[in-house]
């Protein structure tokens, strides 16, 4: 372990000079927009919070020829980050968070957290899936306390925290009710406090906020970034909308389609908070949207079989 | 209403056939009793108290076959479903064993347990036990993959994850194999208790045939049937209920 953490330590500044959004120090440039992101549990910025070393994944398809997925994935994600990951629908971008969280393995390379191999599910990632998969048959409370309960937590501690995990998602007063009884945006709230309960450092999100409507998700873009400065939590999060990506990420990381790569990755050097409409939000995402075109139109042609190429406007993915 | 105007002419005219057939005399009373000589026998039942006396011990006998079905059942179908070798092998034997009635297995059970309460056991169990696998099976594959990877996600493993998210997860799907294999016990402990000459309403049903008293065998058809219904169609159906209305599903009507 000693030596993984030494060389990964050695390689890291190489990624820093990539991105200068970020200084060396892992702070943020713009000074009093966000809170600086602390060193959790006292472990070196310099060691990445996650780092995935050429990442592959293939898989069987139905006709038995092997198909790549995921192909060298390379990504390291400092702590505190805000990383988003965007890419046409079937690039793997879900899959990759799958992967970090420990619910599947990767064929090939190598997944660090705290420069430690990750080997299986663990409580200090916890992913945020595309459906929520809130527990129906427990109520709000009772599924943002079932991490504490799972870990062993006492009674009294778990009441304590789930209140307060609860009071930060604004859910007090929901928290005797069913999860079906809640609207789609207090559902993903629920979520969220149920991952943070279990007090992760890495918090992934598989694009939580695609089926909401626009004033909802605006709304949980400043609760997110809210919570996240609060927090101080290392967020991974997964959309295939580049405006919210550029409205919440430090940086964000195009996969191109099947199979998956890292094809460039954008520093997002706008003060915080952002909005979805800025201007810059704009400006940033034309250029990112550039790069994603080609990828949706090769998707396009994939599995349409089309060789025409849609014009793809900006937002049109939204 | 109108489904109970409905239902009380159609009972009244089966009673009024059944009394005008034992009225015609065609069959002497002996082989075709008259309705209000079933009610006689019903009524003399309670008063010396063998129906009830029946009755506690048949739902004794069968509460506890059900219990057992249900527990081996859950580990047996949880096994099944998640095992490709199991699946293969216990599944395939498994499906096919539910053709067998389960009385099938009274002489063997008679051999094992001699004649003694654990022989009716295992024939209610060998009734039910498939019936609940099989629905443990099916509902553990139904269920939405989700809750298992958000449980694992959560930190959940092993008997924790069973026990908090899977199991409940796939509750719904399996309550329609739990009343299955209840329906499928207490048929069999009918026809075990029939057998086995003590006590329970099997016993009863025997009684009147040896006593040449079809009033009494006839009014203890009726109380199996009765019982049979109550639980199925108050407890299981308020058990689907409350399981459909907790879970958010919309109740199928």
Known sequence: ?318 | MKRAARLLVFYAGLLGVWTLLAELKIWPPYLFPTPWGVGEALYAGFQDHSFLIAIAVSMRRVLIGYAISVVLGMFLGLGVASSKFLEETMGGLLVSLQSLPSICWWPLALLWFGLSQNTILFVVVMGSLLSVTLAMEDGRKQMPKIYGMAGRNLGASGFQLFWHVLLPASLPFIVSGLKQGWAFAWRSLITAEMLYLSLGLGQVLMMGRDLNDMSAVIAVMILIIAIGYVVDGVVFKSMERHLQNKWGLTPST
């Not at chain 1, 890419?87 to 190598?110: D, E, F, R, V, Y």
């Not at chain 1, 979520?191 to 409507?213: G, H, I, K, S, Y």
């Not at chain 1, 060789?307 to 937002?315: F, L, Y």
């Open chain 1, 1 to 318: 372990m000693s030596t993984n953490a030494h060389n990964l330590s050695a390689q890291f500044p190489i990624a820093v000079d990539h991105h200068s959004s970020v200084r060396a120090d892992g702070s943020r440039g713009k000074a009093g927009l966000v809170t600086a992101p602390r060193p959790i549990r006292g472990i070196s910025l310099a060691v990445p919070k996650v780092a995935l070393s050429d990442i592959c994944l293939s898989y069987r398809s139905q006709s038995g020829e092997r198909l790549l997925a995921l192909d060298h994935i390379n990504l390291q994600v400092k702590p505190g980050e805000f990383l988003c990951i965007v890419g046409p629908s079937g690039c793997g971008k879900s899959t990759l968070l799958h992967l970090i969280a420990g619910l599947h393995q990767q064929t090939s390379g190598q997944i660090l957290v705290d420069g430690k191999n990750v080997q299986g599910p663990g409580t200090d990632r916890i992913l945020i899936f595309q459906e929520l998969g809130l527990f129906p048959w427990l109520t709000v409370g009772q599924n943002v306390e079932f991490g504490m309960k799972m870990k062993g937590i006492g009674k009294a501690e778990r009441e304590e925290k789930t209140q307060s995990y609860l009071r930060l998602v604004h859910l007090s007063q929901f928290k005797d009710s069913y999860t079906h009884q809640l609207s789609g945006g207090m559902r993903q709230r629920v979520a969220l406090a149920r991952a943070l309960a279990t007090e992760p450092d890495v918090l992934l999100m598989d694009e939580p906020f695609a089926a909401l409507d626009a004033q909802t998700r605006d709304l949980l873009h400043d609760e997110l970034e809210r919570i996240w400065s609060e927090t101080g939590r290392t967020i991974i999060f997964v959309t295939h909308n580049v405006r919210e990506a550029i409205r919440l990420g430090d940086r964000v990381a195009l996969l191109t389609f099947r199979p998956g790569r890292v094809k460039r990755e954008f520093p997002v050097n706008l003060p915080r908070p952002r909005a979805l409409e800025d201007v810059h939000v704009a400006h940033a995402a034309r250029e990112i949207l550039d790069e994603l075109r080609e990828e949706i139109n090769r998707s396009l042609e994939v599995e349409f079989n089309v060789g025409v190429k849609p014009h793809v406007e900006i937002g049109a993915e939204q």
